[in-house]
C-alpha cells in the first residue's frame, strides 16, 4: 500500500480506522494504549503503525487515522443508503424496517449491562458527519 504511495507520489493519506483499536478500554484517550482485542482491530493497529514508521522515514508524508464506532445513516438524497440485501450488520437498517413499518418492533438483546435499564449503550456517527471528518481531515494536512 505505501509503496503505490510513493509510486504516485501521494504525500498524505487519511485512514478509516477504529476506536476497537483500544480493546476493551470503555473510556479512551487518544493517547491510550493500543490494544487490540480481535483480528479487525489489529488489522487497523497494523495500519495505523505503517502509517507512522512512513511518515517518521518521510517527513513531507502524513498521515491522520480517524478512530470511531458505528457509522450509521444514509445521504439525505437517498441516493446510497442503508437497504443491505443480506442481513444487516448493523442496527439502523432494523431501525429502518421498524420504522417504515416492514418490521413490528426492534429486538434489545442484553439486560445486563451497567446501565439504568440494563442494556447496552453504544456510540454512532452518522455517515455524513464521517465524510465531513475525512475532508476536514485531508484539509488539515494541505
Known sequence: MMQLLQKYSIKCMVFSS?????????????GDRIQPMNPYGQTKAMVEQIMKDTAH???SFTAIALRYFNPIGAH???????????????????IMRVANGHSAFLGVFGNDYDTVDGTGV????????????????????E
Request: overall charge negative.
Open 18 to 30: 477504529s476506536a476497537c483499536v483500544y480493546g476493551e478500554n470503555e473510556k479512551a484517550q487518544e
Open 57 to 59: 522515514a518521510d517527513p
Open 76 to 94: 439525505e438524497s437517498g441516493l446510497i443508503g442503508e437497504s443491505p440485501n443480506d442481513i444487516p450488520n448493523n442496527i439502523m437498517p432494523y
Open 122 to 141: 453504544r456510540d454512532y456517527i452518522h455517515v455524513t458527519d464521517l465524510a465531513k471528518a475525512h475532508v476536514a481531515a485531508l484539509k488539515k494536512q
